[in-house]
C-alpha cells in the first residue's frame, strides 16, 4: 500500500510531496492577503468582476438560500450571492486565516454580518453535516486544493438535494495561437505586476503557472460529474480564459 507521503501533487512547476501543498499555498495566500482585490485585477486586467457577476447570472440566487462559498476569503461571491438573494445565509470558509480578516474588513461585512459566517477549514474536509447548504460556490480556488476531486465529492456530500454547485477557475483557450499569447502575457507580465504592485513575485508566479497545471473544461466536467452531480455543463468566458461549471445533486 503506498503511504499518502510519497505522493505527489503540483506547486506551479515544482513537483511536491502532497503533504506539502496545503501550507505552500497558505504561504502564498498570507503573503498576498491585502492586496488580494488588487491581485485578481492584475491577473484577470479587471474582467473577474463581470466573470462574478456572470456567474451570479447563471446562478440566479434566491430568497433564504443557504450558500457555502468555499476558498472564498475577502467575501467577493458571498456579497454578491446575499445582494441578489434580498435575504438568505452565507458561509465564508477559507483555509487562510488572514484572507478571511480581510473579507471582513469590507464595508459589505458590516451590513451583512447577521447573515454571514467567517470560517477556517479545508476545501478536502469541510466542517459541516451532510446535506447542510442550497449553494456551493468556490471562486479562483479549486485549482489550488490539493485534490481536487476529493474537495468535489465534499461539495456534493455537504449539498441538499436539490442543491447547486458552481464553480469559477481560470482555464483553457480553445485555440492554439490565443492560447499562445495568452500565456506570453502571463508567464511575462503578471509576475512582474506582482512585483510592482504588491513587491511579490514568486506568488504570482505560482498563480500562473497553477492556471497552466488546471484541468481543461471538459476533463474538469468530468471530474463534476464523477463526483455524482447530474445536469453538468460549463460555460466560457472570455474565450476560455475562464470558465463556469455548474452541477446539481438530484
Request: hydrophobic share 40%; no cysteine.
Amino acid at each position: 500500500m503506498t503511504d499518502t507521503n510519497d505522493k505527489t501533487t503540483h506547486f506551479g512547476r515544482e513537483t511536491i510531496p502532497e503533504n506539502e501543498k496545503a501550507g505552500r499555498v497558505q504561504g502564498v495566500f498570507n503573503s498576498v492577503a491585502s492586496k488580494y482585490d488588487i491581485m485578481n485585477d492584475v491577473m484577470s486586467v479587471g474582467v473577474h468582476r463581470l466573470w462574478k457577476d456572470a456567474m451570479m447570472d447563471w446562478l440566479a440566487p434566491r430568497p433564504g438560500q443557504r450558500l457555502l462559498d468555499v476558498a472564498g476569503g475577502t467575501g467577493d461571491i458571498s456579497f454578491r450571492f446575499l445582494e441578489r438573494a434580498g435575504h438568505g445565509h452565507a458561509t465564508v470558509l477559507d483555509l487562510t486565516e488572514p484572507m478571511l480578516v480581510e473579507g471582513r474588513k469590507r464595508a459589505e461585512a458590516a451590513d451583512m454580518a447577521d447573515s454571514l459566517n467567517w470560517v477556517v477549514g479545508d476545501a478536502m474536509a469541510l466542517p459541516f453535516p451532510d446535506n447542510s447548504f442550497d449553494v456551493y460556490t468556490i471562486s479562483f480556488g479549486i485549482r489550488n486544493v490539493t485534490r481536487p476531486q476529493q474537495a468535489l465529492d465534499e461539495a456534493f456530500r455537504v449539498l441538499r438535494p436539490g442543491g447547486r454547485l458552481m464553480v469559477l477557475e481560470f482555464s483553457q483557450l480553445p485555440n492554439e495561437g490565443l492560447q499562445k499569447l495568452y500565456d506570453l502575457y502571463s508567464f511575462n507580465i503578471i509576475p512582474r505586476m506582482g512585483q510592482m504592485i504588491a513587491g511579490d513575485r514568486d506568488s504570482y508566479q505560482y498563480l500562473v503557472e497553477s492556471i497552466r497545471n488546471f484541468p481543461d473544461q471538459e476533463t474538469f466536467l468530468s471530474m463534476v460529474r464523477q463526483a455524482g452531480f447530474e445536469n453538468a455543463r460549463y460555460r466560457n468566458l472570455s474565450m476560455g480564459i475562464a470558465a463556469l461549471h455548474s452541477g446539481w445533486k438530484i
